[in-house]
């Protein structure tokens, strides 16, 4: 018995060439459609916490923002770097405090609904960035009920 070795046809060798490079290219939408995913859900977490941390710091230091500014809450917009994906590129997140006053009693004090929206990509909350098109979500909206007795 004898062996006969055959050579690989020229339309075999494009065809797992081919296949090879659509495999290829469709590892590398996967990992950028995972590397899209993680820095949005980054800047959605970072910017919960702050929006948190911001509704709680306005509500405890609300007698100062009284004496200081004439008014309960100041609705400034601020903005705040952070470095939330990596120490090299640092995102800029906005955040802004709208006091809804609910009810207001003269000898008891006032009710506010006190909403706090954090923003980021850009400085007008209702504006999305021309870089950032089709990546969703760049706002995040939370608030509670406040009551500010009268001195």
């Known amino acids: 018995m004898r062996l006969v070795c055959r050579g690989v046809s020229l339309a075999e060798v494009m065809l797992a060439v081919g296949l090879l490079g659509m495999i290829l290219i469709s590892v590398i939408g996967l990992f950028q459609n995972l590397l899209t995913s993680t820095t949005k859900s980054t800047d959605l977490t970072a910017a919960t916490v702050m929006a948190q941390e911001r509704l709680n710091e306005l509500v405890a230091a609300q007698p100062v923002h009284l004496a200081t500014y004439g008014t309960d809450f100041p ?76 001195s």
């Not at 917009?77 to 800029?92: E, F, K, L, P």
């Not at 004090?109 to 923003?119: A, D, I, K, P, S």
């Open 75 to 150: 609705t400034h917009v601020i903005g705040q770097g952070i470095y939330a994906h990596d120490s090299q590129s640092q995102t800029t997140f906005f955040h802004q405090a709208t006091p809804e006053l609910l009810k207001d009693e003269p000898d008891f004090g006032r009710t506010y609904y006190l909403e706090v929206q954090v923003f980021w990509n850009t400085a007008d909350p209702n504006v999305v960035a021309k870089n950032r098109m089709g990546q969703g979500q760049q706002s995040v909206k939370i608030g509670r009920v406040v009551y500010v007795p009268t």
